[in-house]
Nanobody, 122 residues
Framework: QVQLVESGGGSVQPGGSLRLSCAAS????????MSWYRQVPGKERELVATITSAGGKTDYADSVKGRFTISRDNANNTVYLQMNALKPDDTAVYYC???????????????WGQGTQVTVSS
């Protein structure tokens, strides 16, 4: 059974930090690229950060570059999102995503976590 379980969300003041974790099980974690998305009510889910399967390459939305860092621990099947200098606009539900594609780009599988709420407010 595939599971992606996020944790680490909560409420923080502007300028503060949070570290999200996503524990994966039920699939070959080291074979999947991992991403964090976020969504606010009434808006589409937004890609925040991505890390390749071996962790050699990362990519970020412009809105979080320089403030957020994605990392992974393939030995413990966990991906992290370190969020610093948080702003009220970062308030959202954050979702963990696992994606594996073939070399031709065909999606083999795509899994989502249940989400964790991050609220940035004074």
């Amino acid at each position: 059974q595939v599971q992606l379980v996020e944790s680490g969300g909560g409420s923080v003041q502007p300028g503060g930090s949070l570290r999200l974790s996503c524990a994966a099980s039920g699939f070959t974690f080291s074979g999947a690229s991992m991403s964090w998305y976020r969504q606010v009510p009434g808006k589409e889910r937004e890609l925040v950060a991505t890390i390749t399967s071996a962790g050699g390459k990362t990519d970020y939305a412009d809105s979080v570059k320089g403030r957020f860092t994605i990392s992974r621990d393939n030995a413990n099947n966990t991906v992290y999102l370190q969020m610093n200098a948080l702003k009220p606009d970062d308030t959202a539900v954050y979702y963990c995503n696992a994606l594996r594609r073939t070399s031709w780009g065909t999606i083999v599988y795509r899994y989502w976590g249940q989400g964790t709420q991050v609220t940035v407010s004074s």
